[in-house]
Structures are given as C-alpha cells and as structure tokens.
C-alpha cells in the first residue's frame, strides 16, 4: 500500500512552545504568572539569550518587554536592528522571585529547553546578556568585563559574542568613552556587520 503518512516526531518550535508552557520541573513554576518561551523570527541567523523573566515579562509571558529589554530595544535601534530579525529568549523560562538570579538546579532542569530552541532555531551567532548565559554556555569563561564583545566558539559552528546586560546598563547611565553604554554601543555595530555578512 501507498499511504502518504505524516512523518513521525516532527518537532518544531510550536511545539516545543506548548510543551514548556505546561512546565513544572523545578520550583520557580510555584511563584510564576507566565512561563516566557521566547519570541522572534524562528529563521533568525542571531540569538540573544537573557537570564529569565521579570516582572513585566512574567505578567505578560514575552520576554525583554520590560525595562531592561526597552534598553534592549534601544541599543539595537542604535543600530537599526528589528525585533522582527532575531530571537530573544532567556536561560530559565520562569520568573525567580523579587528577580534573583535563576540558580544552578533551575538552570540545569529548564536547560534543555533552550538546547531544543538552538537545536531548531540552529543561529550562527548567539549573544548572551550578562554573566549568567555566558557561563552557562561557556563555563570556564572569565568574567563579562573581560569577555564581552569578543566572539567565543561553541561546539564548533556557533559562535557566542557576550554583551552586558541591558539592566546593566540601566544602573550605569554614563555614556563616556569607556562606560558600559560606550562599550555596547561598540558591540552592537559589530552584530549589525555580522548580520549584514551572514544575514537570515
Ligand atoms: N531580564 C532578562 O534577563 N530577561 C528578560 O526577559 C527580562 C529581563
Ligand atoms: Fe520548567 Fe524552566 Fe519554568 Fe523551571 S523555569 S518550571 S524548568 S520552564
């Protein structure tokens, strides 16, 4: 016989999406209002991965809407890059409480999540957002001040290129040559000439 079938264990991000919004492997499911899957384009070439929802996102389930990612928006606006072009998601899924750092038994249990969006979304720069998603990617990495804006390599084909984090950069407003803004303002011209030489 000649049936067409549906071939078996598709999986795609939608997918992947309703999976982890039913959740609950590790305690932050208990504080949550809304797991934060990520969002963007799913044919992004550039990742950016954040530590984990606050308040803002965990009440509206997208992630960097809140201050820091209006901070975000900002730098990339520097450079005239469009939500619409990446995609932005975090290590942990759901909110730590009163914004505390995810800690290692969280992260190791909402890991795999983020392995299976790499896996689909398969970018070929990914940009961690502070020390938290650099060191898990990268965990004999030194210290954000040193490793930022420099390109990193990640089981061979990805590239990682830390930046501070935007809430960072909220706390130090200064904008001399030097500062944190001065230096992400640096960085960001470098992801907009990688984007422009390796676009989606
Ligand atoms: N901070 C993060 O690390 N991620 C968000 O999504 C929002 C704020
Ligand atoms: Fe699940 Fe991750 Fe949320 Fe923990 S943080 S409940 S592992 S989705």
């Excluded at 530590?51 to 730098?75: H, I, S, W, Y």
């Amino acid at each position: 016989m000649n049936q067409i079938q549906e071939p078996l264990g598709v999986f795609t991000l939608d997918k992947l999406e309703a999976q982890v919004k039913q959740c609950k492997k590790c305690n932050l499911q208990t504080t949550r209002t809304s797991v934060v899957f990520g969002e963007g384009s799913a044919k992004a070439n550039v990742m950016f991965v954040g530590e984990g929802p606050g308040e803002v996102e965990d009440r509206t389930g997208k992630p960097f809407v809140g201050p820091a990612g209006q901070k975000l928006d900002e730098v990339l606006a520097s450079v005239g890059i469009t939500r619409d072009e990446i995609y932005v998601t975090n290590v942990v899924k759901c909110r730590p409480p009163g914004n505390r750092a995810p800690n290692k038994k969280e992260i190791a249990k909402c890991a795999p999540y983020l392995e299976a969006q790499i896996a689909l979304i398969n970018p070929g720069l990914i940009i961690t957002l502070g020390n938290i998603p650099t060191q898990w990617f990268l965990p004999n990495a030194p210290g954000i001040t040193k490793v930022r804006g420099t390109y990193l390599a990640w089981r061979g084909e990805i590239k990682i290129f830390p930046m501070f984090h935007p809430s960072y950069l909220l706390r130090n407003p200064s904008r001399a040559k030097g500062s944190p803004k001065y230096l992400t303002w640096l960085d960001v011209q470098k992801i907009k000439e990688w984007i422009n030489e390796y676009p989606a």
